[in-house]
């Protein structure tokens, strides 16, 4: 089993920035698809973002098109979500996920293996 360990959240004013940061417990982020999820209070989880493993080619949600950006470091096995230009309505509680070795990016759900606890983003106005 392989658990991701998420950070980086907190309360910030409209326009600021944030990065969350995903670390899993077993294995190497550039042999998974990363990706990141939210879910706002009374809605269903979305799709925010997603990091092919390997070469990591980037999806994104267009909602969050040229504010965010997903990135790697192998060195530290650490996912990051670079979230600028921040909009209140990125409040929302922000998941990270990963497929299983080597599967291909999914904006699905159903799609992750395994999930991280979730960690609190607040965008005030």
């Known amino acids: 089993q392989v658990q991701l360990v998420e950070s980086g959240g907190g309360l910030v004013q409209a326009g600021g920035s944030l990065r969350l940061s995903c670390t899993p417990s077993r294995g190497t982020v550039s042999s998974y698809t990363m990706a990141w999820f939210r879910q706002a209070p009374g809605k269903e989880r979305e799709f925010v973002a997603a990091?092919?493993?390997?070469?990591?080619?980037?999806y994104y949600t267009d909602a969050v098109k040229g504010r965010f950006t997903i990135s790697r470091d192998n060195a530290k096995n650490t996912v990051y979500l670079q979230m600028s230009s921040l909009k209140p309505e990125d409040t929302a509680d922000y998941y990270c996920a990963a497929r299983t070795s080597y599967s291909s990016s999914s904006p699905l759900l159903k799609d992750y293996t395994y999930w991280g606890q979730g960690t609190q983003v607040t965008v005030s106005t």
């Open positions: 990091l092919r493993w390997g070469g990591g080619i980037t």
